[in-house]
């Protein structure tokens, strides 16, 4: 491979001749621009130079080998040539690392909202932004929280809860908890080892990762890390081209994936407006790019950004075909309707998610927790219920190992948690999912005692009362007038002091 | 017509004898001070001198010389003789102006709610009152928005939408969306070009524009804006004057006016305390009033100042007129029980509109989108729904494309927005406009994706559960004493830091 | 009558004697210290000196002498003797005088909520504290505001509402409106002409006031204010001296007065607390007292104060006596449950209220209107309703017109409004009054226009939805974590400006 | 017993060999760090000095001797050569002197709150985490009192209530009213004669203290202030060494008990995060421990410190185990469901007590109070209700009379009362207990009047509505873009005044 001067890369600095150094290769990628699914300005923005730091968190590393032809590898940068860059430390910089280093010590983390509020305060804008943020008016992304909130416990006393056991078979494969680890996507915005993190702290304490189509580690990172015989599951986006996800599929099986979740909520990604407006905030600090250029996707955010290869047109006509190229038991995740429950199981996959993509998708869409009870009753006109052949996961909200043992009171086969472990990752690292996973297991514990039952079998629905799950609350007007006259109750007063 | 020096107006410039000029043209309102629906006093603020900036916005062009006799028509202003008055600029003015100078980028707009939001900022105080106030308590206009958030989505998955269309036809009109832009009176408050905005916009991008009675511009004005072929709605308060609206109806469609809305729901305007507050203040800052005067309608806001020519008196028995003056389509506007309903479809009118009017006339009255499902099922009576020859339209408090996606799968014919769009162009002009029309575009396309819906035909009752639609959510009194000792949970606290 | 000085008067200052000056006589309250309603403590204050300031808004001119034996009334002071004591103007006096004269011009009142407003501002703290504070918690208090809002209009269109006419006919008296005064006591603690106020602006509008035992002018002085023919009713507190009450009852008859309300829903005041933690903030600021003193009366507040007199052993059997001492029609005021209403129409009284004492007494009692419904259901297991021969009327937190017509369409034969009257006049006095009569004029003409009743009789059933009407809501858990870390959604920024 | 030299002591200051004084006497607690169930960490704080100062609030004072074998019972500390150390007042230490000066007179104490805002105010802030904290998400602590206010009163008029009588037979021992103190933990947490305080009060005015397991008196320290024949209850948490268990109940029933209330809701101590985070903020204040040192107890917080004695494994199997040790009535103390209810009442035993452990053990369990009814109508399977051989009890939320009189009408035998009377003696002592038991006589007195039941039997379910009572309220999401625009309305404005 020929060697590049940093000089000769930074006189292709322009619409008509953009080159970019990533990870040391010199790139063409003039004929691409248009063809960015994040535009064609960022890339601009680091035309003629090096974008290593922009690149890596968004995408996969070899991302741009795959997508640009072989005739556009111009070469690898003369690394002589290259002219260290100081990076500007700025003002936020600066307060993300203050707080980095003020961090409580990590085991006065004691449930999993601890690590949401470290990260929400550690992560750049930028992350947090993309990782929070729900769909439209984010009525759906609190929903799914809330629905656990309406679920109650009907707890049984004094049976011999002296032992207590959670572990649980997902999917034939053994798990130290009825949760595996759902797959949410660049987990490099978060913390500089993405999804490894998870993988690592996973294989050490029995859990089930799910390995996210959109990761910013590739997937063959992510299995290397694991341990032998470690059980993972594969998310799937379907491209477009469907050789590439042929290819795809295929190698994870290859590599000893146990499931395949094919996501089914998404033919296009959600508006995520606070993500979308964070790229406007970006684009704002960036370099000027020529007037006049017309570019739609400009602030559409991340999310939009990296994933216009997903198909829209996929259906359950693909069905056929996905049972034609592997053997792993096929989950379809997103689905949300009785209906489409049956026809999942008609159609002769292994499962489904109820899931509403974290709140990312439709919004007002139900959670997952409160389709279950419709969908479980739809499928026993299937066949007696728990199905060993049919699995149901729940997912969306869950901060709590009481509300796992909700939904499995319910009849789901187990409980997928995203954001609750990413965020222990952001912030601190595969410790931080460590310490989440040892929370829940003290959850866990104390919540079976609580309720009197001793294995995961033993949690039955006559263990909660559910007969307020659809009584989501709606919004309602405050009496202004009355309000303002209206003088609050006080408690007694205390003396002056001085 | 005669010239009259400026100087000879001045000399009128009290009750007993008050001239005013608008237009340039010279007036002898004395006789009509006591007539004028806004009350005598604001007009004598400007006795003897130009009134034509404070006339403007809340005038239609030709309401002066139609309402006041030709024999008052004192002649044009001698332009020679004019001061030219230097506008002292105010406090409030700069403002406003730097406001409008710091406005987000236009292209930042990413939901109806950010119009609003700037519109906000940027509106002159009593515009804003005026556009934004809602009958007494304010329980209906905030209840219009409440409703859409208490019907959930019931998506279906694995549908190819690849291709998604959400163009649809309104009384036989073409339209690029199920929407229709509605009728809001005094355009010209929030913009000078005041509701052309619309037209211009509505013309550009296959949207119907319903121009209200009450436009700051003419009525042909505005039908001159529009391009040849653009269809366009009219809103008819109906005078108590019946050879006017005999006229004005006649004319419309002759200039090729499609439909003719009726407003039902108005007999008298709804108490709109914001607004009538903003009249008082205003008064508070006007020149000195001879005390004593009794003025009845001092403070009853611009609402009602310009209503008072509505006639109280039309019933059921006017509709054959209506029938007899036109061959439009008719229909009601402002219908909210399955009762009217039916007399409305055996009057032999082609529709309805389900509207409480924005919220600004009767308080505690149900959403549109509330009353929807029992009219339906009530029509049904009458045969099978879809009617071709029925309509059933809904407005208030529409905000998003998923919002009209759930009128539309609850029965309605297509949904209007009023202040989504009246606040676009207060904002950002016709190009808000635009903005805004391209923003619900895009959530069509999304939303429709999401739910499994290719084309409106294909937005059905079984996509929606509106089990919830019902569940008004009351007021709740705090329970203060309780929450003075009650102490937060709170999240991990991070060190100290300097 | 002998004439004592001020000086001989100074001399029985304490326990063991004490004399107090009241309208510029001398009393000897030694003995009745014990049996004072409002403790000994108060008047010890006042040993010695003149107590008149003190003791004119918390009891009727005639209390002392009817109370105190006649051989303790020592004589009146002698003129000559008396040190005029310049009142000390202190900072709260300043700062009330100050919003006094900072009150909204009185046009400016746009509804009852308004006058509420400027009392709260303008009252001294003790009396803003008795009139506004609720019993317990306050729940009630609220609940009866609340209760309105969730019940809705379904409002008729196109009926010719040229002329509405709102006025009726209550207990065979004419009234410009389907509204009573109803009975607040102690008027004076927030304007020197007390109820005065009411009875003058009740007779100059056809309005009827209910006049209340405890109010702070004489029965006779309210009953000489009104004008010849107006008709006036009477609230009762039952005495634990029979003899009393019959003297009064028989004494408002001959006066012309034209129903009796005896007030049964209060053998024991309320614990209204607001009330009597500003008893306890007065009473610290007093002279010392001899401690040691055991006075448990010291901070129950003025309601408890003033209510010594009130049987607790009033029963349906004395009803039979008080058919024998009047002919006036008699009312329950206070009944609550189907059962009472039985048993009241049974007893052949000819009528009942609905009410909660204003939300002072049961604390989580049901609001008059909630009440309403199951009772109206009840009666008319004893024939047809309305009932010529029975009334039903609703008090609490009655703000707007369109409250009443909610109250009639459910069946009320009309509706009493307590603070949104005494507000008026603590605020404006006599025109406080009529300009709240005013409002409520306004307001029933529109809401009767927009609902297409044009008289009461037009007022039905099916013009309201009150589905929800027992849909109180309950207190809910914050989900305080959760909160700790969303971020809410925010509208486009605009840009930065200096 | 041997006198050892405080400087003897001192040698022994490290985890090889760890001495501390307690009440003059000198421990080797070596081996014992490890078991300690509040971890080593804060034993070895106090290596070779003077323990009893963390040590008493936390312990009964036998508890180390009980504990210890005899040879580590080292000897007495020589007085002569013990150093007095002048405490260290810290800014807290004056914070709360300074508050506790400023305390609130008694007599102005109106309510249960009262004390509980005083308490808050003058505790130490480790005594108000441990007392005041919930389990998990402390949805069910705050739905034990938002349970009460879902049921509401049907008050009955007009019966004779000049007498009225709340005094009460509960579990055959009269009681001045239907409610029982409740016990609650580590009383000297918060006052230095802890527990007395209720028990001296409780003699005084007739009514019925529950002593705690986990007192910081000692039980017979309990007992022995007690009047003669005053009547006690024993809660109990049952130990994994039943002698220990059974010396202890015998020694109760010895000692004139009236009734064993044993806990069965408490398997494992509830996660009360405030309380673990308390123990956090601690730790950090603490004497370097050598670092790696693995002390999984570390921030556990009070509760689950002293709670690790108690049994797990307890079950139905024991409870014929206990009627063999006792002859006193068996109570089940934290009994939810109906299934259960009735094993207990199969089981034997005299009663159950419908409680949640006040909201500290599982969280979204639901209120003794919602879970009553359906309890009752299970019980009501087995004969007539009340059963006078078996007894429901409902704890949890209770602030005031009314919510006692609302279980009783729902079928409770009586009610417990734990934190009101706790705060109580923090804010106050023992006169803090007797205002409260004070002000629960006066508003038993009050409310009885006002639903019209002259002694309990007379309460009856007819006079409250619990229609409401599961209707508990769910999470609502905000509608932030929305209410980022809406201006609330306003009542008029004062004019300008400087």
């Known amino acids: 491979m020929s060697l590049v001067s940093a000089q000769a890369v930074a006189a292709h600095n322009n619409r008509e001749s953009c080159w970019i150094i990533v990870h040391n290769k010199v ?62 430390v700025t003002e936020e910089d600066r ?67 002296s ?7 997902i999917l034939g494969q053994k798990s130290s908890m009825p949760v595996y ?20 702290a996973a294989g050490k304490h029995g859990v089930i990762q799910m390995i996210p189509t959109l990761a910013s580690c590739s997937f063959d990172e992510i299995v290397d890390a694991a341990q032998p015989g470690q059980p993972l599951f594969l998310q799937l986006y379907v491209n477009r081209d469907r050789e590439i996800t042929k290819k795809y599929v295929q190698h994870a099986e290859k590599r000893g994936v146990k499931a395949l979740f094919i996501t089914v909520d998404a033919p296009q990604l959600g508006r995520r407006e606070k993500d979308m407006r964070m790229k406007a ?75 509403n993509h974290g709140g990312r998708q439709l919004d007002t869409s139900f959670s997952g927790l409160e389709n279950l009870p419709p969908i479980i009753a739809a499928l026993k006109t299937r066949g007696p219920w728990p199905n060993p052949n049919f699995s149901v996961f729940v997912d969306g909200g869950v901060r709590r190992a009481s509300d796992v043992l909700k939904a499995l009171a319910l009849g789901a086969s187990a409980v997928g948690i995203g954001r609750g472990f990413l965020y222990s990752f952001c912030a601190y690292g595969q410790e931080g999912v460590e310490r989440a996973i040892q929370i829940l297991h003290d959850e866990f514990q104390m919540n079976m005692r ?49």
Chains 1, 2, 3, 4 share one sequence.
């Open 181 to 200: 680890i759902s797959a949410t996507a660049l987990g490099k915005l978060g913390h500089p080892d993405g999804e490894l993190n998870v993988t690592r």
């Open 27 to 88: 790139y063409d990628v003039t004929d691409f621009l248009d063809e960015h699914p994040g535009g064609s300005k960022i890339i601009l923005k680091y035309a003629g130079v090096d974008a290593t730091e922009a690149y890596e968190p968004i995408h996969p590393p070899d991302a741009i080998t795959t997508n640009l032809p072989i005739e556009k590898h111009i070469g690898a940068v003369d690394p002589n040539t290259v002219v260290k860059v100081v990076k500007q």
């Open 450 to 498: 609580l309720i009197g039952a001793r294995n995961t079998n033993e949690i039955v629905p006559e263990m909660v009362d559910a007969s307020a799950l659809s009584s989501r609350v709606g919004l309602s007007p405050p009496d202004n007038l009355y309000n303002n006259t209206y003088q609050p109750l006080s408690t007694a007063q205390f003396k002056n002091k001085l």
């Open 281 to 355: 905030v970006d684009d704002n600090g960036t370099a000027k790019v020529q007037d006049g250029q017309q570019d739609v996707k400009k602030n559409e955010g991340i999310s939009r950004a990296i994933s216009s290869f997903i198909d829209p047109s996929l259906s359950w006509k693909d069905m056929a075909w996905f049972r034609s190229i592997t053997n792993m038991p096929i989950i379809l995740k997103g689905v949300a309707t009785p209906e489409d429950a049956l026809l999942a199981y008609d159609a002769g996959v292994q499962g489904i998610v109820l899931s």
């Open 163 to 169: 032992t207590v056991d959670w572990s649980h078979i």
């Open 95 to 161: 307060r993300r690392q203050a707080m980095l280093d003020a961090r409580p010590p990590i085991d006065e983390m004691l449930n999993l909202h601890d690590f949401e509020a470290v990260a929400k305060t550690v992560l750049p804008a930028k992350a947090w932004a993309y990782y929070s943020s729900g769909g439209e008016d984010e009525i759906t992304i609190r929903e799914n929280r809330a629905a656990f909130q309406r679920v109650w416990f009907r707890p049984r006393v004094l049976r011999d809860v």
